[in-house]
């Protein structure tokens, strides 16, 4: 069996303006790569303020270039509130990416919103097997666990990556593919979350961070400073298959060592 993991990329950009287009490339260059290898993109969302960075995916070029129609959509932590609520993870993707290009519906897996945080989430991961066995979703080698084209993180500046958090034992889970909270510190406390296992299975990661008050942490989460409290936060243990590539604007990469 494999074991090998893959490596890691900083990119620094003048602006959030820059990482956005950057981020465009990169997303239109990993769908062309995969469709070609494959015949289909998944892709995995986060929250916050990601689904704005990837504005320039929606605008041409790559509005028009992007093969969408091989597109698959999820969601690596999602809110439970109904889908059409302002809080929802699905809703903020729709109305900011996925309504604007032409995926199939039937390849956007939103969670079960009349479900309770412990169903949704067995909910989440009995769709997920099933697209495992249908082949749409292949298994890493190296890990046993679900292997997603491509992640897009975001991270808080507690650490936390998708719904994971420092000091909820649940960032600890492995054998679940999907985890649920019922007291998440970042509201709505009602999440469901991809477990690490599935995170780090992922061919690709982009974590995308920006503003200065995310810089301490970028630190720490490069290996550059100790967290404040000893404890390496969630964000220290993303890794993936073949590359992860953190997209920081120059005020998140402000406190980071020009060698960094
Ligand atoms: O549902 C969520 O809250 C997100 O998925 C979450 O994990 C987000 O990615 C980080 O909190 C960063 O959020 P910002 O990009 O808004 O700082």
Redesign the pocket.
Known sequence: MATQKGKKTVLKFDSEEDVSKALAKYTADLSEKFIKQKGSFTVVL?????IDTMRKLVEPPYKDSIEWSKWWIFW????VVPLGHDDS?YKLALDGFLSKVPISFSNIYAINDKESPEGAAADYEARLKKLVESKVLPLSAISGFPKFDLML????PDG????LFPSRPHRHEKERLVTFITDSP?PPPP?ITFTFPVINSASEIAMVVT?AE?ANMVDVALGNASPPDGIPPPCTEVSAEEELTWFLDKDAASKLQTSG
């Open positions: 986060s929250g916050g303020s990601l690596v932590d999602e809110r993870n993180l975001g991270m808080g936390h990556v998708a719904s970042k999440r503003g995310i």
